[in-house]
């Protein structure tokens, strides 16, 4: 049995050896080159952009959840008990708000 390979057989091999060659090379670049670098880049920043908004509206719902919890009962009646000394604070800052305003054009 003999290992010594034709020379129709080794110039098969070079031509299958030159074209993963080739492709590699076109490979390599297309994953250099600018336009690709770019897209890669914003692609990255786009993902973490996501991910920190994901975040932040997360906080902010357990935040609001949370809020509403303390003024709202689970079946969504009105705690008055909590409402009402609210109520009463905004409007009186809004009253003095109102009265400052006024004496300071006056």
Not at 47 to 73: C, K, P, W
């Amino acid at each position: 049995m003999s290992d010594a390979r034709t020379p129709a057989q080794i110039e098969a091999d070079i031509v299958q050896r030159r074209d993963r060659l080739a492709e590699t090379l076109d490979e390599i670049g297309v994953r250099v080159h600018p336009k690709t670098i770019v897209g890669d880049a914003k692609a990255k920043v786009a993902s973490q952009v996501d991910q920190v908004r994901g975040r932040a509206l997360d906080a902010v719902q357990r935040t609001v959840d949370d809020i509403r919890s303390r003024f709202v009962t689970e079946d969504g009646a009105a705690r008055l008990d909590r409402v009402v000394p609210v109520a009463l604070v905004v409007v009186g800052v809004v009253g003095l708000l109102a009265v400052s305003s006024r004496r300071g054009r006056g």
